[in-house]
């Protein structure tokens, strides 16, 4: 069975082909992106109506990139990305991955962005045991409890404000760093100190939600600490500060992912999100995980970022579920539940 994904849900078009394997995997056929973040770097983010004509403008020339890379005319079945995200985005991919299916007369499923980022990590490490799935990136952070990819995910907490990307973008727009900032403040926080400064870690308390999170917190703190030292003509020590940042971001995402993981009793924590390809992210998450008896599955940092192969990969599961096709009326939702994984 070969399985193509669509995903539109941001600012990446992104169109993958998969092959079903009997051991439950997915092969990777083709995987094509593009990306219209050069787009939006001097708006300081994703500017929805732009990101709206990119994927217009991209979507049929990465179709037929896709189809010529896997050496198929068409593919069995089709999967698309019908939420969350941008609600014009969605539209784009949702509307070619419609069209496409009933040229083709094959299957059309509708799927949940954020279940594509737990099912893309089968592609490296195989068949996903139950496991707790740690989701970063400028839209998104959960947690989220998976026992089978083709079976509804359990979200056990998620931001209360401000996703962890999201406040990694604006502390690089506040220090002057530019956008996007996760790679840029990556960089530079390995020429600091990450205990120069102590930033808040928001939602840690004994009576606070023992899943949840919240970084708005954290950024206004980075804020008053820029505004302090401006005040008092002090050099702004940028590495120590991102440095710092960065340590508490990923102390309060990697504690909270050990913690959930113990509390439903699995073995495993998946990360994905285009925000875990932070070096911190991952290195804390595995001195955690390794301290705690866990095994730690993080995709390599390509298949971290929307792509069309997550959406294959997890239409592939979902098939192999025996989950009935989508109907072609089936409408885009830019708040997409995580409890629903496909529609």
């Not at 998969?18 to 300081?44: I, N």
Request: hydrophobic residues 45%; proline residues 6%; glycine residues 10%.
């Amino acid at each position: 069975m070969i399985v193509m994904g669509i995903e539109s849900s941001c600012d990446e078009t992104g169109v993958g082909i998969v092959r079903w394997l009997p051991d439950g995997s997915c092969e990777l056929l083709a995987d094509e992106v593009a990306s219209s973040v050069d787009q939006h770097a001097r708006f300081g983010g994703v500017v929805p109506e732009i990101a709206s004509r990119a994927h217009l403008e991209a979507i049929v020339p990465a179709m037929r990139r896709a189809l010529a890379a896997a050496g198929v005319d068409r593919p069995d079945a089709l999967a698309v990305t019908i939420g969350p995200g941008l609600a014009g985005a969605l539209l784009v991919g949702v509307a070619a991955a419609k069209a496409y299916a009933a040229a083709w007369d094959i299957p059309f499923y509708a799927l949940n962005h954020l279940g594509g980022h737990v099912a893309v990590d089968t592609l490296e490490h195989g068949p996903m045991p139950p496991c707790v799935a740690l989701l970063v990136s400028g839209g998104h952070t959960h947690l989220l409890h998976v026992t089978d990819l083709a079976a509804p995910i359990a979200e056990l907490g998620s931001t209360v404000d401000d996703a962890a990307g999201e406040a990694f973008d604006k502390v690089a727009r506040l220090l002057g760093l530019g956008y996007p900032g996760g790679p840029v403040l990556d960089r530079i926080a390995a020429e600091g100190d990450p205990h120069a400064i102590g930033f808040p870690r928001g939602m840690t308390g004994p009576r606070d939600p023992r899943y949840d999170f919240s970084f708005s917190g954290l950024k206004t703190a980075v804020a008053r600490y820029v505004e302090a030292a401006q005040r008092e003509n002090r050099e702004l020590p940028i590495p120590d500060i991102a440095a710092s940042f960065q340590e508490a971001v990923a102390d309060v995402l990697t504690m909270k992912a050990v913690r959930a993981a113990q509390d439903v009793g699995v073995d495993t924590i998946v990360l994905g999100g285009g925000a875990t390809a932070n070096s911190r992210i991952r290195s804390l998450a595995e001195e955690r995980c390794t301290a705690a008896g866990l095994t730690l599955r993080v995709p390599k940092p390509r298949l971290c970022t929307d792509n069309g192969v997550m959406i294959a990969t997890l239409g592939a599961h979902v098939i192999a579920g025996g989950a009935r096709p989508s109907e072609l009326t089936v409408a885009t939702d830019p708040g997409l539940s995580v409890a629903t994984s496909q529609l």
